[in-house]
Nanobody, 122 residues
Framework: QVQLVESGGGLVQPGGSLRLSCIVS????????MGWFRQAPGKEREFVAR????????QYGDSVKGRFTISRDNAKNTVYLQMSSLKPEDTAVYYC???????????????WGQGTQVTVSS
C-alpha cells in the first residue's frame, strides 16, 4: 500500500514563500502522476499542480500559475511544491495524492496524504 506524508506547511506573510514536501513510501509501480490539491474551509478540493513520477507533463491550476512549481526527486521518493508570492487566498490544507492516470481530477487519485496546513496572513 502506497503511503504519502506531507510536511512543510505553516504560517507565512503575504508575498512570502514555502516549500511543501511529500514523501512517497515504496510500492509505486510504473509512472504514476503525483498531484497537489488544496481545500479551504467551506470550499471544494481544488487542483493545484501535477507531474508524473518521471518528471513529465507538469500542469498547474490557473490560480497558481507562475507562482508555484512542482518537482520531484526520485532518489528521495519525494515530490515538492515550491510556493512563492503567496496570497491570503492560498490559505488551505494542502494534500499530496497519487493517480495511475494523467489527470487533474481529484476523484481519479487513489492515494492521499493527511494534509498540511498553509496559512497566509499578516
Amino acid at each position: 500500500q502506497v503511503q504519502l506524508v506531507e510536511s512543510g506547511g505553516g504560517l507565512v506573510q503575504p508575498g512570502g514563500s514555502l516549500r511543501l514536501s511529500c514523501i512517497v513510501s515504496r510500492g509505486t509501480v510504473g509512472n504514476p502522476t503525483m498531484g497537489w490539491f488544496r481545500q479551504a474551509p467551506g470550499k471544494e478540493r481544488e487542483f493545484v499542480a501535477r507531474i508524473t513520477w518521471a518528471g513529465n507533463f507538469p500542469q498547474y491550476g490557473d490560480s497558481v500559475k507562475g507562482r508555484f512549481t512542482i518537482s520531484r526527486d526520485n532518489a528521495k521518493n519525494t515530490v515538492y511544491l515550491q510556493m512563492s508570492s503567496l496570497k491570503p487566498e492560498d490559505t488551505a490544507v494542502y494534500y499530496c495524492a497519487l493517480s495511475y492516470r494523467l489527470t487533474t481530477a481529484p476523484t481519479a487519485y487513489s492515494n492521499w496524504g493527511q494534509g498540511t496546513q498553509v496559512t497566509v496572513s499578516s
